[in-house]
């Protein structure tokens, strides 16, 4: 691994299941995460997902991506366009700093059909041992 490494794309379908679910996952009642008709009078077309369940995907794409004696250290994103049912997001990552302890940092954008659903960067700390073991097989 080396500053500009490219994480591979990970397509996540937008289903209205895992919009409700991570709503109600991460205790999120509001109802425009799980109610198409209060989500339109609030004047969105219709339910969308929350930061939450966002933050989680976030996390799962780099624990995914850096094995699992990785340990996510900071999560910083914004939110940009909403994650509507039916659409499928991509996540995508470059690591943009490496220490020589193992700890990175990855810029993340997850885009959709509408643009940019989240944009913002993770700091993850590799176990290097565990990468050199990986290598040496």
Known sequence: MKVGHELPPLEIPITRTLIVAGAVA???YQDVHHDAEAAREKGSPDIFMNILTTNGLVGRYITDHFGPESRLRA???RLGAPNYPGDTMV???TVTAL???????????GAN????????K????VDVNAAVREGAS
């Open 26 to 28: 991460s205790r999120d």
């Open 75 to 77: 999560v910083k994103i």
């Open 99 to 109: 220490d020589d302890d193992g700890t990175a940092e990855v810029r993340v954008v």
């Open 113 to 120: 059909g509408l643009g940019h659903h989240v944009t913002g």
């Open 122 to 125: 993770v700091t993850v700390k």
């Open 91 to 93: 996540l995508s990552g």
